[in-house]
């Protein structure tokens, strides 16, 4: 059991480093962990409520006052998509919707290496927001298609770390409002949570210095890499399903 926290809470340390360190990465590292120690029921929330709390404590108020408008429009963006994500989650099996996320992912892969389409244009971010918003209520990683958008849009990676940050935060919290409405026991026992928060908090303002000194190339490459993990994991749970 010591073994399962400990292996918890480096896991929500690493995600927690690298999701505000290029954008990215904390569900793919701490989901399957925190699965299988605490089962699907408890841990969708849970990362829910931490994944919020990462995106918080990775805002830069001081970066892109330019760029308002735009995430303002993702956020709102972002909320559409998950009341429509809400109102047809029912219709569909979880596979379908795995694989269904999984499909939207590669596309953004795809558009990130080829000549993006002149109709996405600055637009893409609050597209791909509006997509991260299904995403955020059917499998819980918004994260990919968020900063996917946002490169796509003609933001640098420096820029897309930083701009994805309070979209997510709006997405995650949103969505782990809704769970928390139907989930009460989450809150109960704030204490058997409370390290997890603090290893997701300092984990996060470390990547967040950390990321400032990444060079380009080397966080665009780890989006990738990570946004193309988890169109695997996500195929692969499909399977899994049948």
């Not at 399957?32 to 408890?42: F, K, N």
């Not at 969505?175 to 989930?183: D, I, Q, R, S, Y």
């Not at 996060?204 to 950390?210: F, K, P, S, Y």
Request: proline share 5%.
């Amino acid at each position: 059991m010591l073994l399962d926290v400990s292996t918890l809470l480096i896991a929500v340390f690493a995600g927690s480093v690298l999701q505000a360190g290029v954008g990215i990465g904390f569900s793919i590292v701490v989901a399957p962990v925190m699965m299988i120690s605490l089962g699907v029921t408890s841990a969708v929330p849970l990362l829910l409520l931490l994944n919020t709390l990462v995106s918080a404590a990775a805002i830069d108020l001081r970066s892109g006052p330019q760029e308002t408008g735009t995430i303002t429009r993702s956020i709102l963006s972002a909320f559409v998509g998950i009341c429509a994500g809400l109102t047809v989650y029912s219709l569909f099996s979880e596979g379908a919707l795995l694989l269904t996320t999984a499909a939207f992912l590669f596309f953004g892969l795809v558009v990130n290496f080829v000549q993006v389409p002149p109709v996405l244009g600055r637009h893409g971010a609050v597209a791909f927001s509006g997509v991260s918003g299904l995403a955020t209520v059917w499998t819980a990683t918004p994260g990919p298609l968020i900063i996917l958008g946002l490169l796509t849009s003609g933001r640098s990676a420096q820029e897309a770390r930083v701009l994805v940050q309070p979209v997510a935060f709006a997405g995650y919290g949103a969505a782990f409002l809704l769970h928390g409405a139907f989930n009460g026991a989450l809150v109960s026992n704030p204490s058997s949570i409370a390290p997890l928060v603090v290893a997701a908090i300092v984990g996060a303002l470390a990547g967040r210095v950390a990321g400032k000194h990444l060079p380009q190339k080397l966080i665009k490459t780890a989006i990738c890499v990570i946004s193309v993990a988890a169109c695997v994991a996500l195929v692969r749970q499909a399977y899994l399903l049948g």
